[in-house]
């Protein structure tokens, strides 16, 4: 991000560079919004309904969310079934690969809170928002295709409203204090077992 | 000889179909040794199921083996069923055979569109979810959900058929042995796919037995066992079907009888519409909480991936003392390290999906 770095102290000498920042903001806003790579890292049943929506009947390469299985090729993590303690660590790790500015939609009941695996288990991470930023929650077990679908939109719009000044955006996650909440989840991630 | 490299696969890679770590070890290109590490997706269902009532834990058996729902529901209830001595409608019979045979091709669908993905045929993948698709909806049309069916109940099935539904299936069984034999030109005739697959990963009879695979795995090696017809269950005695062989026990056997025993499926719904006739859908007098006299209890069937049972103890209270799941897909999948030596590591990719495990149903 060095150069939207340098970009933002040099606009901020500029007079009047509001008005040229707002326009750049748009330039950027709209081009990371329409090309939102996925990786998909569908764990469980949720993962079907990942695949599905990038076929042929849903189709999601019209929206620019193209599934990629390199984490240095994407913009959002769609985590996409249960997390279980084992896996957890590679979750956080696989995230941490992918580059600035980045997102993160936890698809389904059990990457939201654990859902049908939240009572009576030892070994499930109850939420992925334990150790990451979660930027858009998906309902269902599973969540059909659509609700991916109006995610992926709803994220767009989340993106388009963004700024790329230096401490505004909020994108940037390597920028905050953070990465995630700090609660027990993270704690586990940390602590877990690799095998 | 040259120096060993250790190459770590998953637990995030497209191509172990799920979340398994194979810790292999390679000389040049060629696999050595392929080390498969499970349980990342270990969810402690067995142990959950002693905290549930009978009834709620079939919303659980769901996510077992979630590219094939209906097969767990049927395993576990049938296991209840014997524990209980509940005696199924015959019409619900029916329905379980009917939507069974539909889930086997939306499994096999899977399986074979992996494998045309995992030997570069990425068309061929989409041509089998187009019918997948067509599958997923009848359920939905059935129960309302797309993959998590909770479909299959103790003592029958949770609803009757909706209107048009027979319809709908009889339309889709109708042009799926088309669609299947283009499958089988555009996948199978390809010379870079029979390229890939043929001799790759070969399983002797003998060590298919003796590792204790089942279903495609173990036919596609000539062993020639099926549940639904060497240990009858349900209505299937009164249908007539085939059950494919491979000859070779390799890759391409194993991926191609899959997309037969799709065609024989077709025939046995065929057969099972004909014969349905109205009557009830849910075994009568059925009390809300379930408390099985003590005792333990085991059932099988015919699952996608091969023998799936499911093992039952009561000790008299309305919830399960133990219960345990013979899984197909853990068995089948333990052959791998013997498969994917001296292959090459492009052709790990392909055995791992010939096997077509599903993590859920591994790890539990």
């Known amino acids: 991000m060095a150069f939207v770095d340098d970009l933002g102290a040099a606009l901020d000498k500029t007079p009047g560079g509001g008005i040229i920042l707002t326009s750049l903001d748009a330039v950027m806003d709209w081009s990371r919004g329409k090309s939102l790579w996925m990786m998909p890292m569908g764990t469980a049943c949720c993962a079907m309904e990942l695949i599905a929506a990038s076929f042929s009947r849903f189709d999601f390469d019209r929206h620019g969310s193209i599934p990629r299985p390199d984490p240095r090729h994407c913009d959002v993590m769609v985590v996409a079934g249960t997390i279980t303690r084992k896996m957890a660590p590679a979750v956080k790790r696989l995230y941490d690969q992918m580059p600035d500015p980045k997102w993160v939609i936890a698809m389904g009941n059990c990457a939201v809170s654990g859902g049908i695996f939240y009572y009576d288990t030892y070994s499930v991470i109850r939420g992925v928002d334990e150790f990451l930023p979660v930027d858009v929650y998906i309902a269902g077990c599973p969540p059909r295709p659509e609700s991916l679908q109006d995610a992926i939109l709803r994220l767009r719009e989340q993106v388009s409203t963004d700024s790329i000044a230096p401490g505004k955006s909020r994108a940037l996650k390597s920028e905050l204090p953070s990465s995630g909440s700090p609660r027990k989840g993270e704690r586990d991630a940390a602590g877990g077992d690799v095998g | ?364």
């Open chain 2, 1 to 364: 000889m040259t120096e060993e490299t250790i190459v770590n696969i998953g637990p995030s890679h497209p191509s172990t179909h799920g979340v398994c770590r194979i810790v292999v070890t390679l000389d040049g290109e060629v696999v050595v040794k392929a080390e498969p590490i499970i349980g990342h997706l270990h969810r402690g269902i067995e142990k959950m199921a002693e905290n549930r009532t009978y009834l709620q834990v079939v919303p659980l058996t769901d996510r077992l083996d979630y590219v094939g729902s209906m097969y767990a529901n049927w395993a576990y209830c049938r296991a209840v069923e014997r524990l209980a001595g509940i005696r199924v409608p015959e019409r619900a019979e029916y329905i379980r055979v009917i939507v069974c045979e539909l889930q086997r091709i939306a499994s096999h669908m899977m399986g074979i569109g992996s494998t045309g993905a995992d030997t570069g045929a990425f068309t061929a993948f989409m041509y089998a979810f187009a019918q997948r698709d067509h599958v997923v909806e009848l359920f939905e049309a059935l129960c309302g959900s797309r993959l998590t069916y909770n479909y299959v109940r103790p003592g029958g099935v949770s609803m009757d058929l909706p209107d048009g539904w027979v319809e709908q299936v009889r339309s889709f069984v109708a042009q799926h042995p088309a669609a299947m034999m283009e499958l089988d030109t555009l996948l199978f005739g390809n010379v870079i796919a029979r390229a890939r697959l043929k001799g790759v990963g070969v399983l002797p009879a003998d060590t298919a037995v003796a590792w204790g695979t089942s279903g495609p795995t173990a036919r596609g090696s000539g062993v020639n066992w099926d549940l639904r017809r060497d240990d009858p269950y349900s209505v299937y005695p009164r249908f007539d079907f085939e059950v494919p062989l491979g000859e070779n026990g390799d890759c391409y056997d194993r991926a191609r009888i899959r997309l037969w025993e799709c065609v024989e499926s077709c025939k046995i719904i065929d057969q099972a519409l004909d014969q349905l006739e109205p009557g009830p859908v849910k075994a009568e007098g059925l009390p809300r909480l379930l408390a099985p006299r003590p005792g333990d209890a085991y059932d099988h069937i015919e699952s996608a991936r091969g023998s799936l049972g499911v093992y039952l103890v009561s000790d008299g209270s309305p919830r399960p003392y133990r219960m345990k799941v013979r899984s197909p897909a853990f068995c089948n999948l333990s052959v791998l390290p013997l498969l994917a030596e001296g292959h090459t590591l492009s052709d790990l990719v392909v055995i791992i999906g010939s096997l077509d495990p599903v993590f859920g149903e591994v790890d539990r």
